[in-house]
């Protein structure tokens, strides 16, 4: 058999056209380089005219005016039949095979279940979202969605009841709080609208579900003490880091302890600084557009309006930093050109480092531990302490949702003792 019939055989089999377009078996066979633009269209044309000999049951005749006729079945009413004409056979045929084919995309999408929409939704999402985002979008769907009968449910049949009905009942068996509700629910809102996108449904259902807040299970905010460093720990661990730099305890990545104080003026999440180049510094400002992934231990990019991409401020002490990587650099004969802070190119291992390093900074300063991720509350609670406008502090962040910002990365600065006092010169 011949590599053009393989191709043919492979892509243009009756069973499956409906499932490629004309434009896409054409595409296939010019690329593969196995016929040119004229030849492929005239396969084309030829199985299309054979699928329809195969499937239509009507008579196709040439009538006394040369016009080519035939009867297909009313949409409206499947028991009537409606005639036809075109003024050439060839031209009838191939109005019959995209009847044929369109109606086959019909029933495909009649039959679409959220459990057959699953791995095509999440394909395409990978496309525009972080491994972790798709591996906890895989992990929500393992846990608390397959076996359900919704997900065999015909998508074009669930209504805004069925949804609201379900999400309750797992949100009170799971007993969920706001956070794990929009973690299990985002799952089947996503994948509606995208069987909106390709047209299985008109609109989203889940557009009218609502989910009061007292079926939620109340989420307190964790005490600061948790969750940043306080004002005086901030200025311990900068000057911590900065004295370990200069004695240069880490000598493979020499630059851990200048990210870890540079966090601690720029609100960058660990893959950022990891995947931070020279290249992203505009004058005292940082384009973030790309960021190293832990998952799939590569750099991955951001475009422009995407999640996470921004511009942020540096502020002087963080240019400060960045100079002294630059000079020494320089002094050693380092690329300046590259990545700023990895010393080389194990970007894994300089990701590693700051997560160990931040926790061992804590231990020999004797304050509470906290991770690396602490360094982002931090700044977006003292930018917040000092007066800045929520909204600026949500950019330098690169948050989709203001809430996000105010609930879960600005927290109170201020100690015990001076929170008694402030209360105390209020009230007294």
Not at 97 to 114: H, M, N, P, Q, V
Not at 185 to 209: C, F, H, W
Not at 331 to 341: Q, S, V
Request: glycine residues 4%; contains cysteine.
């Amino acid at each position: 058999m011949s590599d053009i019939n393989a191709l043919q055989q492979n892509m243009l089999m009756p069973a499956a056209s409906a499932s490629f377009s004309a434009e896409e078996i054409l595409s296939a066979l010019i690329e593969n380089g196995m016929v040119d633009a004229d030849g492929a269209e005239s396969i084309m044309k030829k199985k299309q005219i054979e699928f329809v000999k195969r499937y239509h049951k009507y008579k196709i005749w040439e009538g006394e005016d040369h016009r080519w006729r035939t009867y297909i079945q009313d949409r409206e009413d499947p028991k009537k039949r409606k005639l036809i004409s075109r003024s050439s056979e060839e031209e009838l045929m191939l109005l019959l095979y995209d009847r044929y084919t369109d109606a086959e995309a019909r029933k495909k999408r009649e039959k679409a279940t959220l459990e057959s929409l699953f791995e095509e939704w999440l394909e395409s999402k990978a496309k525009y979202s972080t491994d972790s985002t798709i591996r906890r979008n895989r992990s929500t769907w393992k846990s608390l969605y397959m076996g359900e009968p919704i997900i065999r449910k015909p998508i074009v049949k669930l209504t805004t009841d069925d949804i609201e009905d379900w999400l309750l009942e797992k949100v009170g068996s799971y007993q969920m709080n706001q956070h794990q509700y929009v973690t299990f629910s985002s799952v089947i809102r996503q994948m509606l609208e995208y069987a909106v996108k390709t047209r299985i449904i008109p609109a989203n259902p889940m557009d009218g579900v609502r989910m009061p807040r007292n079926r939620l299970r109340p989420e307190p905010k964790k005490d600061s003490e948790e969750q940043v460093f306080m004002p005086d720990e901030r200025l311990m661990i900068i000057d911590y880091a900065m004295k370990q730099y200069e004695s240069k305890r880490d000598t493979v990545q020499r630059f851990v302890p200048l990210a870890i104080a540079f966090l601690m003026y720029v609100a960058l999440r660990r893959g950022e600084v990891t995947a931070l180049r020279f290249e992203d510094l505009r004058k005292n400002r940082l384009v973030i557009e790309r960021a190293f992934s832990h998952g799939s231990q590569k750099v991955e990019y951001r475009a422009k309006g995407a999640a996470g991409w921004r511009i942020v401020d540096v502020v002087p002490p963080a240019l400060e930093i960045i100079n002294k990587v630059l000079e020494e650099r320089k002094r050693l004969d380092m690329p300046t050109d590259e990545y700023i802070f990895c010393a080389n190119e194990s970007l894994y291992s300089f990701y590693s480092a700051l997560g160990k390093t931040i926790g061992k900074y804590c231990d020999e300063l004797g304050i509470p531990h906290r991770s690396l991720h602490s360094t982002r509350r931090t700044c977006a609670s003292k930018m917040h302490a000092d007066g800045i406008d929520d909204l600026i502090i949500q950019k330098q962040l690169g948050h989709k949702e203001l809430s996000t910002t105010q609930q879960c990365y600005c927290y109170d600065l201020t100690t015990d003792d001076e929170r008694y006092r402030l209360i105390s010169a209020s009230l007294s």
